[in-house]
């Protein structure tokens, strides 16, 4: 057997270390009704409001995902609203990413995203310096926060923004709560959950 194959001591201690590993499950129970009771408070507040959606959109659409694999950490999330097609997307969703951070972001794509647009820099006086930021990236699903990764949604960075944004058939724009921030209090992830959705309903009401 090639040595690179082999378990160092300290991979063979986490390997074999059983309370590493209830320890996961039970994380990962708790994220899963954080992210329930998060559900059920974006329903509430979604339900105020009329929505800039494709026309066969869905309002009770939803989806809980739980993974082990991005960028080799374990990641859970919800998709509330969720509207995914080939074409066109409107999506609020809520991720909690093993080691990193948590993020909330709306992601959209397709013929709204005109729309969208000019209703973000319509309202940009009540959506800027709200800790909300635009992803940088050509890919949707690209979760890092930071220099080359994100910018910040500001007053001063206006003209910034708008230059991202020509011409983009999408975009996403998210908030990133870090987790040295946050306490073991799950109604934290609960309130800064709904706050994000209502920094961003400008974008997507009519």
Known sequence: MNRIDSLTAEEWQVFSNHDFFLKKSAISAKLKRTLEQLHLALQTEVSHHSLLAPEDFDREAYQFVKGEHLEDCPYQYLD???????????????????????????????????????????????????????????????????????????????????????????????????????????????????????AILPIITP
């Open 80 to 198: 509330f609203p969720r509207h995914f097609t080939r074409q066109e997307k409107l999506s609020f969703r809520s991720l909690c990413w093993w080691g990193h951070h948590i993020v909330f972001s709306l992601i959209v794509e397709g013929p709204l995203v005109k729309q969208y647009r000019t209703n973000l820099f319509n309202n940009f006086t009540q959506i800027a310096d709200r800790q909300l930021s635009l992803s940088l990236s050509s890919s949707l699903w690209e979760w890092k926060a930071g220099t080359g990764f994100t910018l910040d949604i500001t007053h001063n960075h206006r003209s910034e923004i708008a230059a991202v944004l020509d011409r983009r058939t999408f975009f996403k724009i998210s908030r990133f709560l870090s987790l040295h921030d946050l306490n073991a209090d799950s109604s934290q992830i609960i309130k800064a959950g709904v706050s994000s959705l209502q």
